[in-house]
């Protein structure tokens, strides 16, 4: 969940502090042998540096493209998905700096964490930047807007809130015909 950052009350920043934690925890009980990183060993301040970190980087690459929204000014303004690349960079970010005590950090880790987000060209943040890839609550103007965006140029075929058939429907097929016609 994104909170205000405790050096400057101007800036939002992306994640959770608590779910960086819990995936470092996941990855150092399974690399020390059952034993959780504590306060001693991985201090909060650390965390909360790599999500400001992350977040900086990530609003390098949206504010070319949504200049007027980033920085966010509230907490509640920033995507679940912004939320989820932050908490991802941070902890690879951690487990960089952390390296000397709990061992590199592994190409699965550093792919999962890191690339997968700003390696060129499949990166998810490198196409948002280059608008391959739009973030329906930054483009649209309103809430109800934003589920439009995600489905524009999508017809579904069935439906999905029939809970006991998931067949193709033949009628919203002939709609779907109909709608696509010249």
Known sequence: MAFTNPSDSA?????????????LNSHLSVTTGGHY??????P???????????TRLINGYLEPVYAAQIPFAASGDVPKLLEKISTDIAT?????SVTARV?????????????DYVKPPDGLLVRISERKVQLPELTA??????????KKGRT???DLDDVKS??????RLDDIAGDRAP
């Open 11 to 23: 800036e939002i920043l992306y994640g959770d502090s608590g779910d960086v934690r819990n995936e």
């Open 37 to 42: 990183a504590d306060e001693n060993e991985i």
């Open 44 to 54: 909060g301040a650390l965390v909360i540096r790599s999500l400001r970190d992350a």
């Open 92 to 96: 690879f970010y951690v487990l960089r």
């Open 103 to 115: 061992g590199p950090v592994s190409d699965n880790k550093r792919r999962d964490y890191y690339e």
């Open 141 to 150: 103007q309103s809430a109800a807007d934003a589920s439009s965006t995600i």
């Open 156 to 158: 579904p075929i069935f």
């Open 166 to 171: 998931h067949e193709v429907s033949p009628d």
